[in-house]
């Protein structure tokens, strides 16, 4: 039993679909090799996006962290007793 990838329009052999439960047929409608650079490029358009998040929660935290890292420097000097 064959399948046609809705992407590549090649078609395959059921096998080389991913099972997924709300399709009709039991089938995701893209080949698993479709899926594979549909997920590459997904990550791909994102990747900058979600960089940019990362620096601006950190740019927005960083106060908040130099505090953080400071008072922990401080405590950590207050409390430290090193044994000899
Ligand atoms: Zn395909």
Do not use: V, W
């Amino acid at each position: 039993m064959d399948k046609m990838c809705n992407r590549c329009c090649e078609t395959k052999l059921y096998a080389d679909f991913a099972k997924n439960k709300s399709s009709p047929d039991g089938y995701s409608s893209i080949c698993k090799k479709c899926k594979n650079i549909q997920k590459k490029s997904y990550r791909l358009e994102h990747q900058d996006k979600i960089k940019s998040y990362a620096k601006e929660y950190y740019l927005e935290n960083q106060e908040r962290l130099k505090e953080y890292s400071k008072s922990r420097y401080k405590s950590n000097e207050s409390s430290s007793e090193e044994p000899e």
